[in-house]
């Protein structure tokens, strides 16, 4: 039985990047992922996430994922961006309080993981 037919409540997701393997995320986390629910998207290319939003009918798409990181229904975070970016999208993910899955590799440097740890 699903979370959601049982009546729990279902992990808000905010999904950072929208490119080939960040679709693949987000078909996952609307369809696939029964306890999850994708309630935000968030790319630099704005057209981008407005395409993958009404594509997984995802209520909410941002140009920044600074801006998605203010969304109350985003419990959780994936990051799915390219690697040079992780840095600092962790790191203010977790300065809004968001838990975060980076997608590998991590970073570019054991110092810049080092960073994010």
Not at 39 to 49: E, I, K, M, R, Y
Not at 66 to 95: C, G, Q, W, Y
């Amino acid at each position: 039985m699903s979370a959601a037919s049982q009546g729990r409540r279902r992990l808000g997701i905010g999904l950072v990047g929208l490119g080939r393997l960040g679709r693949v995320y987000a078909r996952d986390l609307s369809t696939r992922i029964a306890e999850t629910r994708l309630v935000a998207v968030a790319d630099t290319n704005a057209d981008a996430a407005r395409d993958a939003a009404a594509e997984f009918d995802v209520p909410r798409a941002y140009a920044t994922a600074r801006k998605m990181f203010t969304d109350s229904a985003v419990d959780a975070v994936v990051i799915v961006s390219p690697t040079h970016t992780h840095l600092n999208v962790v790191l203010e993910a977790v300065d809004a309080g968001k838990p975060v899955f980076c997608e590998k590799p991590l970073a570019l440097t054991l110092d810049e993981c080092r960073r994010m740890q």
